[in-house]
Every structure is written in C-alpha cells, then in structure tokens.
C-alpha cells in the first residue's frame, strides 16, 4: 500500500491511501489546484482517482469537496449525517448527490482491492469516523479529530503498518494562548482535538512488532509545534517501542502546507 500526506493541519487535510490497482483520498480540505498539485508530485492523475472518503463535515476536511466533485465525476464515500451535512453546506456550492455514496461506522466497504473501515470517532460533528485500509495484509489508518479514544478505536487500530494520527496541541500552550475560553474548553474536552501526551499515550497501545510508521498529523498552527509535538511523542513511545523490537519504526510529522514523503508497504 501507498500512503502521503498532501496536507494535514488545522487549516487544511487531504490524505492520498493507494494499492497498485486502486487509487483513494480521505477528506478534501484543501483547493483543488493543491491537491492536483500534490498528487502531481508523486505522478498521479486526478482522472485516475477511484473515490473521496470524507471523515466529518467540518470545513478543513470538506473546503474542496464541491470543485472536486464536479470537475472529476468521483464517488465521495461518508456516513449519512455527514452527508447530510455536506448537502446542506453553501459554501460547497452544486453537489450531485448521486455521487454521495453512504457508509456505516463499523462495517467495512470495499474500493477496488481496498477493504476500508470507517471507525466511529467522538468528536463534535455529526458522524464522524476514522477510516482504517487494508490490502494484501498491509494496513494503513488515517486517525484524526477525536477527543478522546477508547476500547474499540485501540482494537480497530491494531496490526498497522502505518498510521496517521492527530497530535493537535500541546494543553500548555493551548491553555495559556489565546484563544476564548469556550474554545479552549472545546478542544480540550472529550469531543475535542488528542493533545500530544494523550496521542502518544494511544500509540503506545497500538504499536507492535512489524509498525514501520507513525506520522503526526492535524497539528494546531497556534497551540502546537513541529518539534514539540515529535519530541513528546517520541518520548510517550520510545519504551513501548524498545519492548516491541520496532527498530525500524519512522515517526514523521505531516505538513501543513507542504506534501510528505511517499511511503510504500
């Protein structure tokens, strides 16, 4: 499986997951001429794109959905209330709904030789989900915009071989910052954003043997930084990753406004 991160942040996401024979972003964030221009960096045409898979409705997952729709015909994949929700988003301008295909959190639906996963999340919108990919035995997730995590996205997330996964703040900076205190009340609470300790704390249960890779993504532009969501994060797992033998295991961490390295597994 091929797995590159166009843009991940606050302000924008847009994740390209591929096999040899099917092609997939999750969520359109972003312009469409960034995405074209990401996806040209790895030589790959938007005309051979096989589907959208949309996380939640918010803006920094949806901002190009409408423009990609109608310029590439493509089948966007999301759970009904989000869909909802995107119908009834102006912003987005002509949506053929035809196109909205709908999926159930917790039952898999299968693109191509991709078998997808869209795993319930807790976090403010409508009906939000992970989504967790997997071909030929390899597995790639994508685990971003929830508050909080329990029993069911550890067991959904286990034998990855790779994983993007939201390290939004850091609580100090988000606490002394300035943003509103309902706000910062938002992000901090259940159906919020994972701080970088809480992240690395969910990796250290998800980590085993063969992981060969972790990218930090959805990084807060004002409550968070590059080297400090790594630094934390590498801490949080660096025991758990000694136990597990991961000598091989790459911690990344996804840009805002510029593309990642192509990983292949």
Do not use: W
Not at 177 to 204: A, F, M
Request: aromatic residues 6%.
């Amino acid at each position: 499986m091929k797995f590159y991160s166009i843009a991940s942040g606050s302000s924008g996401n847009c994740i390209y997951v591929a096999s040899e024979r099917t092609r997939l972003l999750v969520d359109v964030g972003i312009s469409k001429k960034r995405i074209e221009e990401g996806l040209s960096m790895i030589e790959v045409s938007p005309q051979s794109l096989d589907g959208i898979f949309i996380t939640h409705e918010h803006s920094d997952h949806i901002k190009g959905l409408g423009v990609m729709m109608r310029k590439y015909r493509l089948p966007v994949f999301a759970t009904p209330g989000t869909i909802e929700q995107i119908l009834k988003c102006r912003s987005l301008g002509e949506i053929d709904s035809e196109l909205l295909q709908p999926i159930t959190r917790d039952e898999q639906v299968i693109v191509g030789d991709i078998s997808v996963l869209p795993v319930r999340t807790s976090h403010d919108a409508a009906e939000p989900v992970a989504y967790r990919f997997t071909c030929e035995g390899k597995r790639v997730a994508v685990l971003t915009d929830l508050g909080t995590y329990d029993e069911h996205i550890v067991a959904t997330m286990q034998n990855l071989d790779g994983i993007l996964i939201e390290a939004n703040h850091d609580v100090r900076m988000l606490q002394v910052g300035s943003y509103p205190y309902y706000l910062k009340q938002r992000i901090l609470g259940d159906q919020g954003h994972l701080s970088n300790e809480v992240s690395g704390q969910l990796l250290c249960e998800l980590i085993h043997d063969n992981m060969k890779m972790i990218m930090l993504g959805h990084l807060s532009q004002e409550n968070n930084l590059e080297e400090l969501a790594f630094e934390t994060i590498r801490q949080e797992i660096e025991c758990s990753a000694r136990e597990h033998g991961c000598r091989e295991l790459c911690i990344d961490v996804a840009k805002r406004n510029d593309p990642s390295r192509l990983y292949e597994f």
